[in-house]
């Protein structure tokens, strides 16, 4: 099955710096590489996606990029703000056939200081 | 519309007690997903359910955890003779399946099961 190894578990930034979080995946057939957002007693939220087609993908402040070759993807925001504090969760899965659940990675806790 | 909503919020139960956890998807998803996040982890996967049938059970741990999604719509995870190990933030999550379309998997704000 899929394994998702993610890095760093825990990241400290002083507001409006720049933060990375960085992937990788085990499994070639996966295409789809969610990142998911979660703030203390709420669900994941989706906040961008990025599909095997394409090498990366920009919203705001927010861009994803993916290195199929090296099974890799990382998301990088920009101009961080204390309201970006939150656990950040990448994933991946396959978008046909029956395996079409998401693996996630371990989390990123992510602190912006002000 | 409305997202995905999951009642309980909290469920607290005593060690071999049966519990029921309910998710409401978001209207028109046709796909359903259970995961269950241990603290500190990200979700793990459970089941998916396409339409009434369930297409994926390889994530249940064991014969003591069961999901139906009897009309295609809500879904009930169902636990019996709970243990401590169950402890754990049940997500539901659901997306939409066809032509075109990617897994875009949105969650419910989780039930926080606690065993004692």
């Known amino acids: 099955g899929e394994n998702v190894e993610q890095h760093p578990s825990t990241l400290s930034v002083q507001e409006g710096d720049s933060a990375v979080i960085k992937c990788t995946y085990s499994?070639?057939?996966?295409?789809?590489f969610p990142w998911y957002k979660q703030e203390l007693g709420k669900g994941p939220q989706l906040i961008i996606d990025i599909r095997s087609n394409v090498g990366e993908k920009k919203d705001q402040r927010i861009a994803v990029t993916l290195n199929k070759t090296a099974k890799h993807f990382s998301l990088h925001i920009t101009e961080t703000q204390p309201e970006d504090s939150a656990v950040y969760f990448c994933a991946a899965s396959r978008s046909s056939g029956s395996a079409r659940q998401l693996t996630f990675g371990s989390g990123t806790q992510l602190t912006v200081l002000p | 519309g409305a997202g995905v909503s999951q009642t309980p919020s909290n469920k607290v139960t005593e060690k071999g007690k049966y519990v029921e956890l309910r998710c409401d998807p978001i209207s028109g998803h046709t796909a359903l997903y259970w995961y269950r996040q241990s603290l500190g982890q990200g979700p793990e996967f459970l089941i998916y359910?396409?339409?009434?049938?369930?297409?994926?059970d390889s994530g249940l741990p064991n014969d003591r955890f069961f999901a139906v999604r009897p009309e295609g719509s809500v879904s009930t995870l169902k636990i019996q003779r709970t243990e401590r190990g169950d402890s754990a933030v049940y997500l539901c999550?659901?997306?939409?399946?066809?032509?075109?379309?990617?897994?875009?998997?949105?969650f419910g704000p989780g039930t926080r099961l606690t065993v004692l």
């Open positions: 499994d070639s057939a996966s295409n789809y």
């Open positions: 999550a659901s997306s939409l399946m066809g032509l075109g379309t990617y897994n875009e998997q949105f």
């Open positions: 359910f396409q339409g009434t049938g369930a297409a994926d």
